[in-house]
């Protein structure tokens, strides 16, 4: 099974969203089958086979998400990010100013999906790995 330090070892060598395909090609054959990552502080829950899961520690301090959702603004920097305009933290910022609670990543289905602080589905996008 996979260790959280596998995990962060295949983040360092992620600079922006450019590098995301690879990060879940790393991810996959480490034996991760999905993730999901919390956006107020950055913690994340990792699953594989047979139910296996660990969780991460906070990355960083609280971030306030916004109420309401922003679908135009999160769009906008999602966009900027997998062009590698802008940093993980960064992203993770503008996310949770445009509302996004939490994002959800099943590496076999290739989908990676946002959600609001009610749970509710923001976006849905294929992962092109």
């Known amino acids: 099974m996979f260790t959280l330090d596998q995990i962060n070892e295949a983040h360092s060598k992620v600079r922006s969203g450019a590098d995301f395909p690879q990060y879940i090609k790393d991810l996959l054959s480490l034996g991760v089958l ?15 086979k047979e139910d296996y899961s660990i969780h991460s520690k906070a990355e960083y301090p609280i971030l306030h998400i916004a109420s309401e959702i922003d679908s135009g603004n999160f769009k906008y920097h999602l966009k900027a990010h997998q062009q590698g305009e802008t940093d993980y933290l960064t992203f993770c910022r503008n996310s949770a100013e445009a509302g996004v609670n939490k994002w959800t990543v099943d590496i076999l289905a290739k989908t990676c999906t946002y959600y609001d602080r009610s749970g509710n589905l923001v976006l849905e996008e294929k992962i092109p790995i």
Do not use: F, L, P, Q
Request: net charge negative; hydrophobic share 25%; proline share 0%.
């Open 34 to 48: 999905k993730y999901s990552i919390c956006v107020c502080d950055g913690h994340a829950e990792y699953i594989g």
